[in-house]
């Protein structure tokens, strides 16, 4: 049950959303789908004074647009929209195969990747997958807008860079290499559940390799060592056995309700090893997404 | 339950408007059964992960749970009351029946809501997106082969039969 003293606000516009997270101030949470913020209010996790929804904001009325080099994803494009789009796809398909396997078709239908990352959950499905394409998040703040890239947007498990009275407007991708990839989620069961293990694995036309790990670490990453010894040596037997076990030495996972800390850490291994070939069997069908 | 903040909505629900007040923090499910009186759709888990409140807001699935009423203020909203029309059962609730996929029948108006939703936009999906558009409706009961065949049963009839085709689409007599 949600306290009856919880406050609803519908801003129409910025000016008006920066009035009112000023007003309610640290227990003024903003939300746009609330598949995240309800579900902690309801179990009391969240000390929340007022809920400001986002979705009916004139200057957020976009899903996605062409900006700069690369693209900006709105705050309030919804996952399934993502997933859904032809040209996200095109150009990001690892994104777009990790957005999907966020809970269920319920919850995609009104979550955001905004949402995704400002929940900074270790688990979370789109962190891997941005970070392998470099992404950063746009914030506004009434001082104006800032770029903040997303390994330093996440500072920890639940919390970002956000301050203040600031939110994040949308989320930026960088035009992308030519490339393949794979997401691969390992999970209890196969259907809706959060990750046990998650792996992101990026071969670029170059012959580099970007690789992440989620739900292994108190954020997801990006094994940069790994990525290093496997750099142009995919063919490599003894360099791919080196990458994993770096990657898996930078994994700092935790026992919880989902697995012990020793299957994750064993698990990361597994899976990056089965992103990176289906990373390699994708690229060799045309460096091209379909399969 | 009439408390707090009153925010006044204009919804459509089963093709009827409705103006209201609803509160802070009532949630979409309750605002249809406690408000409405719609009580086919159920609440189970209260966290987004069952599936047994999903109705359809502006045709497309969502957990009524997980939405404040004060969300749907201009929106359209589908319950499972809105499927039948004059009495006579959606062609997805004749096959639920046929194929024996209601046992307790708790997680039914939900499943039934998530398979309209998805033979709105896919009239003929195969068995494999069948069972990823119902991976948010637990089913204790039935084991979901039974399910499955009721929806994929749907797929075939429309595929043999234009005119149930029509029926699909909710949006056109509303």
């Known amino acids: 049950m949600i306290p009856p003293g919880l406050r609803y606000v519908r801003p129409l516009c910025l000016d008006e959303l920066f009035a009112a997270m000023k007003e309610y101030g640290p227990k003024g949470k903003v939300f746009a789908g609330g598949t995240d913020i309800l579900v902690q209010i309801k179990s009391g996790r969240a000390d929340v004074r007022a809920l400001i929804d986002l979705k009916r904001i004139k200057e957020l009325q976009f899903t996605w647009r062409f900006e700069g080099d690369g693209v900006v994803i709105s705050s309030l494009m919804t996952l399934t929209a993502i997933c859904q789009d032809p040209q996200l796809r095109a150009m990001y398909p690892i994104l777009v195969e ?32 941005l970070l392998l394409y470099e992404a950063a998040v746009n914030v506004i703040g009434e001082k104006g807008r800032r770029t903040i890239p997303l ?4 500072v920890g498990p639940g919390q970002t860079a956000l301050r203040e009275c600031e939110v994040v407007e949308s989320v930026f991708l960088p035009s992308p290499p030519k490339h393949s990839g794979a997401y691969c989620k390992l999970s209890r069961r196969r259907g809706f559940d959060l990750s046990t293990v998650s792996a992101g694995a990026m071969v670029v036309n170059d012959g580099t390799v970007r690789l992440a790990v989620g739900a292994a670490a108190p954020r997801a990453f990006r094994p940069r060592e790994a990525e290093q010894v496997i750099a142009g040596k995919l063919e490599c037997a003894e360099a791919l056995e080196k990458c994993l076990e770096l990657a898996q030495a930078a994994a700092a996972p935790i026992s919880d309700i989902r697995a012990s800390r020793e299957y994750r850490k064993a698990m990361v291994k597994v899976l990056l090893r089965r992103a990176i070939q289906k990373a390699v069997s994708r690229f060799g069908a045309g460096g091209n997404w379909s399969d | 339950m009439i408390e707090g903040q009153q925010i006044p909505i204009v919804v459509t629900v089963n093709g009827v408007m409705h103006q209201l007040a609803v509160s802070s923090n009532e ?11 719609l009580t086919g759709t159920k609440e189970s888990c209260g966290k987004g992960e069952c599936g047994a409140c999903t109705v359809l807001l502006n045709g497309v ?3 009524s749970c997980l939405v404040l009423a004060a969300e749907v203020d201009g929106c359209e909203v589908l319950t499972i009351e809105g499927l039948s029309k004059d009495g006579s059962l959606d062609p997805l609730q004749q096959a639920f029946i046929r194929e024996g996929a209601i046992q307790c029948g708790f997680c039914t108006p939900g499943m039934i809501m998530a398979a309209k939703a998805l033979l709105l936009k896919n009239p003929r999906p195969t068995r494999q997106e069948v069972a990823e558009a119902l991976v948010g409706n637990i089913c204790r009961c ?19 039969n234009t005119q149930e085709h029509g029926r699909e689409c909710w949006n056109e007599d509303h």
Do not use: H, K, W
Request: glycine share 8%.
């Open chain 2, 142 to 160: 039935t084991g979901y082969e039974s399910i499955l065949r009721a929806v994929m049963s749907c797929v075939e009839e429309s595929s043999n």
């Open chain 1, 151 to 154: 390994e330093q947007f996440l």
């Open chain 2, 61 to 63: 699935a969502v957990n």
């Open chain 2, 27 to 37: 949630t979409l499910a309750q605002m249809l059964r406690d408000t409405l009186g």
């Open chain 1, 98 to 129: 990790a957005v999907g396997t966020i809970g269920s078709v319920q919850v995609r239908n009104r979550g955001t990747i905004a949402g995704n990352v400002c929940n900074a959950s270790p688990a979370a499905d789109s962190l891997p997958a």
